[in-house]
């Protein structure tokens, strides 16, 4: 299974980014799929999930009505678009890929927010 972030770069605050995780290895419309986050020195965090079908989603507080998370089954890959973007959310981006019987986690990708 390979989970593969892209998207991640440097943009000054009030930006916008999309991030991408493209899935390999597993059958992604069987997987509830998420973003999380790491700051330096932090817990990683959630982000957004979306559910299997795409027909849910959920975010965290901190970035509700400026994150859209979305999943394209056809291409086996889940998007994050960010917008209106704060130096707060500068940190690492990590999909993840749930089922009950176990997770999966994407290497990465890098947000830096520039005040």
């Known amino acids: 299974v390979q989970l593969q972030a892209s998207g991640g770069g440097l943009v000054q605050a009030g930006g916008s980014l999309r991030l991408s995780c493209a899935a390999s290895g597993l059958r992604f419309s069987r997987y509830a799929m998420g973003w999380f986050r790491q700051a330096p020195g932090k817990e990683r965090e959630f982000v957004a999930a979306?559910?299997?079908?795409?027909?849910?989603?959920f975010y965290t507080d901190a970035v509700k009505g400026r994150f859209t998370i979305s999943r394209d089954i056809a291409k086996n890959t889940m998007y994050l678009r960010m917008n209106s973007l704060k130096p707060e959310d500068t940190a690492v981006y990590y999909c993840n890929a749930w089922q009950t019987w176990g997770d999966y986690w994407g290497q990465g990708t890098q947000v830096t927010v520039s005040s």
């Open positions: 979306i559910s299997f079908s795409g027909g849910s989603t």
